[in-house]
């Protein structure tokens, strides 16, 4: 398939810029920082992580990838433990809004050094895929492509009543 990517900026100043690209999304790739720190604040109460989840489900996009992002700068570098604590929050959080975390492939990645974004990294041996589960069947994976590959082209509501962005 084509895959267009829309970067929606994480910033809250950029909000707008955010809900414009994911109105348009047929998957969207939450990427979440796995620093210390950073996660913390971004699945906090008012935290950017929270908000782009409960956004995307509002506006419709049905499938989600999250990446863990970061994993270089964890502590240890590349922590097992640090990426299954982040991917047991947010699969609680993302099921309290409407998605189901069996259908979500979490994929801990660096996008600096490019640890599992193309290729399977030597870095996270411990890491042996992900895999979903949906109602059109089954899909696995190690690396952010292959989970990009499994997205399901959505059918098009043409039937339906038209809905534009506007900014």
Not at 80 to 102: D, H, L, M, Q
Request: hydrophobic content about 40%.
């Amino acid at each position: 398939y084509y895959v267009t990517i829309i970067d929606a900026p994480g910033h809250r100043d950029f909000i707008k810029n955010m809900i414009t690209g994911t109105s348009q999304a047929d998957c969207a790739v939450l990427i979440v920082a796995a620093g210390t720190g950073e996660f913390e604040a971004g699945i906090s109460k008012n935290g950017q992580t929270r908000e782009h989840a409960l956004l995307a489900f509002t506006l419709g996009v049905k499938q989600l990838i999250v990446g863990v992002n970061k994993m270089d700068s964890t502590e240890p570098p590349y922590s097992e433990n640090r990426f299954e604590e982040i991917k047991k929050e947010v699969s609680s959080y993302i099921k309290k809004i409407g998605y189901n975390p069996a259908a979500v492939a979490f994929v801990p990645i660096s996008g600096w050094n490019g640890d599992n974004m193309l290729e399977v990294s030597d870095k996270m041996p411990w890491f042996k895929g992900w895999n979903v589960e949906r109602k059109e069947g089954k899909a696995d994976g190690k690396c952010l492509i292959e989970a990009l590959d499994a997205i399901l082209p959505p059918s098009r509501p043409t039937d339906k009543a038209l809905r534009l962005p506007l900014q």
